[in-house]
């Protein structure tokens, strides 16, 4: 069976996939002072938090719209795939995936799966890897969505932000977090629970946050048996996350530990400076 892989742009993926020929990937629309721009497209990571420095309005996330998404699956049915595996953004930071599911059985002769990756950037971005490889090793769909499925339950993500506001006025954190947040001076530890963004713990300062983050990750290396990687993702905050890679790097001797960067739509809803530790199975 001929698989092709879809993915959005929130996905951090390493280089040497980037141009795989069963790889696409859908831009996902940034709103600065009400022009659009394109994740990736016509905007990069770098000139967004620029741009974001010098805007006079809150910025906005959207989705691509359904009509590009199902030209882009039509194109793939027309190249002779007969089964597309779409991985996306969780669907508690954007409806998107949801939305797939509308459209999963408009193509003929296509089997369209949507699937949550309950995530995003590196982590979604591994999921993406790791399905291309499945491919090139013929692997079949259901063989390709187990392993799916083991590695987003093996996933843990931490995020330590600057500002909770951010998060509060795009929708994807309860406000009594941020109030609680503005009212103690706290320096909160955030994670994905069921793929929504939650309050973890509230802490009183980056280093003991980061401290404790560290903590959890231990934690998650001592339940796992199986090899693991973690991540150091930053929203413009590379000196922080280089710091932070050579603190884990100490701690957890002989683990693959890799930086990455927060793309302009999730550094959207973090804002600039936020840096996630996360963790998963190779």
Same mark, same amino acid.
């Given at each position: 069976?001929?698989?092709a892989?879809?993915?959005?742009?929130?996905?951090f993926?390493?280089?040497?996939?980037?141009?795989?020929?069963d790889?696409?990937?859908?831009?996902? %629309?940034?709103?600065?002072?009400?022009?659009?721009?394109?994740?990736?497209?016509?905007?990069?990571?770098?000139?967004?938090?620029?741009?974001?420095?010098?805007?006079?309005?809150?910025?906005t996330?959207?989705?691509?719209?359904?009509?590009?998404?199902?030209?882009?699956?039509?194109?793939?049915?027309?190249?002779?795939y007969?089964?597309i595996?779409?991985?996306?953004?969780?669907?508690?930071?954007? /409806?998107?995936?949801?939305?797939?599911?509308?459209?999963?059985?408009?193509?003929?002769?296509?089997?369209?799966?949507?699937?949550?990756?309950?995530?995003?950037?590196?982590?979604? /971005?591994?999921?993406?890897?790791?399905a291309?490889?499945?491919v090139?090793?013929?692997?079949t769909?259901?063989?390709?969505?187990?392993?799916?499925?083991? #590695?987003?339950?093996?996933?843990?993500?931490?995020?330590?932000?600057?500002?909770?506001?951010n998060?509060?006025r /795009?929708?994807?954190?309860?406000?009594g977090?941020?109030?609680?947040?503005?009212?103690?001076? #706290?320096? %909160?530890?955030?994670?994905?629970?069921?793929?929504?963004?939650?309050?973890f713990?509230?802490?009183?300062?980056?280093k003991?946050?980061f401290k404790?983050?560290e903590?959890?990750?231990g934690?998650?290396?001592?339940e796992? %048996?199986?090899?693991v990687?973690?991540?150091?993702?930053?929203?413009n905050?590379?000196?922080v996350?280089?710091e932070?890679?050579?603190?884990?790097q100490?701690?957890?001797? /002989?683990t693959?530990i890799?930086?990455?960067?927060?793309? %302009?739509? #999730?550094?959207?809803?973090?804002?600039?400076?936020?840096?996630?530790?996360?963790?998963?199975?190779?």
């Amino acid at each position: 069976m001929k698989i092709a892989i879809v993915t959005d742009s929130t996905a951090f993926l390493p280089k040497r996939i980037r141009k795989h020929r069963d790889l696409s990937i859908i831009p996902i %629309p940034v709103i600065l002072d009400g022009k659009i721009y394109n994740e990736d497209v016509d905007i990069k990571a770098d000139d967004y938090y620029e741009l974001l420095k010098q805007s006079k309005e809150f910025p906005t996330t959207s989705q691509p719209s359904i009509g590009e998404v199902l030209t882009l699956y039509q194109s793939l049915a027309d190249k002779g795939y007969e089964a597309i595996i779409s991985i996306h953004l969780s669907a508690g930071i954007s /409806g998107f995936v949801k939305n797939l599911e509308t459209i999963k059985d408009s193509i003929d002769g296509v089997k369209i799966i949507p699937y949550d990756s309950k995530i995003t950037s590196m982590p979604m /971005g591994h999921m993406v890897e790791t399905a291309l490889d499945m491919v090139n090793q013929n692997r079949t769909t259901e063989e390709i969505l187990d392993r799916l499925d083991m #590695i987003r339950e093996k996933t843990y993500a931490y995020l330590v932000v600057n500002d909770l506001q951010n998060l509060v006025r /795009g929708g994807r954190l309860t406000n009594g977090a941020a109030l609680i947040g503005g009212l103690l001076k #706290i320096k %909160p530890i955030l994670d994905f629970e069921e793929g929504k963004i939650v309050l973890f713990e509230r802490i009183r300062s980056s280093k003991k946050a980061f401290k404790r983050v560290e903590e959890v990750i231990g934690e998650r290396v001592k339940e796992n %048996p199986a090899p693991v990687i973690i991540y150091v993702i930053h929203g413009n905050n590379l000196e922080v996350a280089e710091e932070e890679k050579k603190r884990l790097q100490k701690k957890f001797p /002989g683990t693959t530990i890799e930086i990455g960067h927060f793309g %302009p739509v #999730i550094g959207t809803h973090l804002g600039e400076k936020a840096v996630g530790i996360a963790i998963t199975t190779l």
